[in-house]
């Protein structure tokens, strides 16, 4: 009964393939994010949706596509995928965009190696 | 330009030392949480602060917001091996939470 999960745990890849990372919330939130950790592990907001709609979209090349399917789904696809692009990515949810009080709750992360 | 900056970046100590971790920025935040990150997971919600002077206890653990909304400290008192972890702390504005740089605590047995 795990409340945010990603698939897959690790993924190993080659310069310029396409990937995807999947992940899906059993928590009945609306809002759902996408984040990057990098090396030195700062955590860096990527993508956040509100009920299917884009609401945040940071500085982030236009490789990275997230598509929501529905609200307790948020998947993340990276085009011609590039070394810089390795670290560790984290999907979260929270019952709403109201980033004042509300508790995100993180996924346990997609560490992603590009070779 | 990193919006908020956490200090000490690494902190080493013993059992039972005490330690406290600052969060600080120009910035002014309409709250601030705390998570705790342990290796290969997510982070996890400690506390989150609102009022500027806001103080918050966690068993051995207290959350100080600043009275500017500006920065905060994180105090933990006799310190156990199972508080190791990365402690990131997130400002919120405008909608939106921005994470501090991290600090990575050790506490030895």
């Known amino acids: 009964d795990t409340a945010v999960s990603q698939t897959p745990k690790y993924l190993v890849t080659q310069m310029g393939n396409d990937k995807s990372i999947k992940c899906e919330q059993n928590?009945?939130?609306?809002?759902m994010y996408w984040y990057k950790q990098d090396s030195k592990k700062f955590l860096k907001i990527m993508f956040s949706y509100n009920n299917k709609e884009l609401i945040i979209n940071e500085t982030v090349p236009n490789r990275f596509s997230p598509k929501s399917p529905d609200k307790a789904h948020l998947n993340l696809h990276i085009n011609s995928l590039e070394l810089g692009d390795s670290a560790v990515y984290f999907c979260a949810s929270s019952q709403d965009r109201d980033a004042i009080t509300d508790t995100q709750y993180f996924g346990p992360g997609t560490r992603l190696t590009v070779l | 330009t990193q919006l908020l900056e956490q200090s000490p970046q690494f902190l080493s100590i013993q059992e039972g030392e005490n330690l406290t971790v600052y969060c600080n920025s120009s910035?002014?935040?309409?709250?601030l949480q705390w998570y705790r990150q342990e290796p290969g997971e997510g982070p996890v919600l400690l506390v989150t602060?609102?009022?500027?002077?806001e103080v918050k206890k966690l068993k051995r653990l207290t959350f100080q917001f600043g009275d500017a909304r500006k920065d905060s400290s994180l105090h933990i008192t006799a310190a156990q091996p199972g508080d190791t972890g990365l402690y990131l702390c997130a400002g919120a504005r405008a909608g939106k939470s921005t994470f501090g740089d991290g600090t990575t605590l050790t506490v030895k047995p």
């Open positions: 928590l009945g939130h609306d809002t």
């Open positions: 602060v609102v009022t500027g002077g």
């Open positions: 910035s002014v935040f309409s709250s």
